[in-house]
């Protein structure tokens, strides 16, 4: 639970080990519903380092002044974020304002 949007973070340890560690986020939507684009990469235990970037859309619902995790889409490697990118572009461009 985050008291602010600027708290919420995917970072996350374990053990005293960072095992999620975020890259960069982009607040979709703010208000009572919030919607945050995530950029982070996990840790790969058979390596011991991080792996390669993903990506997770993630809503999150302020209930009684805290933000709770409600929802999450990951998006797991860049291949499926082109394709999303690709198929949103072609929809936002034949949208009729």
């Known amino acids: 639970m985050f008291?602010?949007?600027?708290?919420i973070t995917v970072d996350y340890e374990e053990d005293g080990r960072q095992v999620v560690e975020e890259?960069?986020?982009v607040v979709?939507?703010?208000g009572a519903w919030?919607?945050?684009l995530f950029?982070?990469?996990q840790l790969d235990p058979k390596l011991g380092d991080f792996g390669p970037e993903r990506y997770s859309i993630r809503r999150y619902k302020k209930v009684n002044g805290v933000f709770k995790a409600q929802s999450k889409f990951t998006i797991t490697n860049a291949k499926?974020?082109?394709?999303?990118v690709d198929a949103l572009?072609?929809?936002?461009?034949d949208a009729k304002e």
């Open 3 to 7: 008291a602010t949007i600027d708290d």
């Open 23 to 25: 890259l960069d986020k």
């Open 28 to 30: 979709l939507s703010k």
């Open 34 to 36: 919030t919607t945050i």
């Open 39 to 41: 950029r982070y990469r």
């Open 80 to 84: 499926q974020a082109r394709l999303i």
């Open 89 to 93: 572009s072609g929809w936002i461009a």
